[in-house]
């Protein structure tokens, strides 16, 4: 349960973005996000500014870039928050979440009502991070 910023995979991060809620972590493709413990996280204080600096900074709409939770924290997500998401007409190419216990397993089964794709869940970050380089393929083949 290493952060990114302390594995061999930071090498890769193109930008770092650090708030007081947690960090995200920009890829060629794939965004990971480490929110900080207790943190109930909302779509006004948390997600807007979030996915503003992530898709000013790529240039995008975010439908060509993978979400990737990585769960190294227990926070919680405002449920209701996912429909302020997608009234602001984001939409995603994946969503996968990292957990290392059941309490964020549960949370992730809550979220998934809200998303219209399939949320991927992981045990490790090295899988999330291989289906987000890979997801055309893997899409293509369920």
């Given at each position: 349960m290493l952060s990114i910023r302390?594995?061999?995979?930071?090498?890769e991060v193109l930008k770092e973005l650090n708030y007081e809620f947690g960090d995200v972590f920009i890829f060629d493709g794939f965004v990971i996000s480490e929110v900080k413990e207790g943190v109930s996280y909302s779509?006004?204080?948390?997600?807007?500014?979030?996915?503003?600096?992530?898709?000013?900074?790529?240039?995008?709409?975010?439908s060509d870039v993978v979400y990737i939770s990585h769960r190294i924290n227990s926070y919680s997500v405002v449920p209701m928050d996912?429909?302020?998401?997608?009234?602001?007409?984001?939409?995603?190419k994946g969503y996968g979440i990292v957990t290392y216990n059941n309490v964020s397993?549960?949370?992730?089964?809550?979220?998934?009502?809200?998303?219209?794709?399939?949320?991927r869940r992981?045990?490790?970050?090295?899988?999330a991070i291989q289906w987000a380089k890979l997801i055309d393929l893997v899409e293509a083949n369920d």
């Amino acid at each position: 349960m290493l952060s990114i910023r302390h594995s061999n995979l930071y090498s890769e991060v193109l930008k770092e973005l650090n708030y007081e809620f947690g960090d995200v972590f920009i890829f060629d493709g794939f965004v990971i996000s480490e929110v900080k413990e207790g943190v109930s996280y909302s779509w006004e204080l948390h997600g807007k500014p979030t996915v503003k600096a992530v898709v000013d900074f790529l240039k995008t709409d975010g439908s060509d870039v993978v979400y990737i939770s990585h769960r190294i924290n227990s926070y919680s997500v405002v449920p209701m928050d996912w429909l302020k998401f997608y009234k602001q007409s984001l939409n995603l190419k994946g969503y996968g979440i990292v957990t290392y216990n059941n309490v964020s397993t549960i949370s992730s089964v809550i979220e998934n009502l809200f998303f219209k794709k399939q949320i991927r869940r992981f045990i490790t970050i090295e899988s999330a991070i291989q289906w987000a380089k890979l997801i055309d393929l893997v899409e293509a083949n369920d």
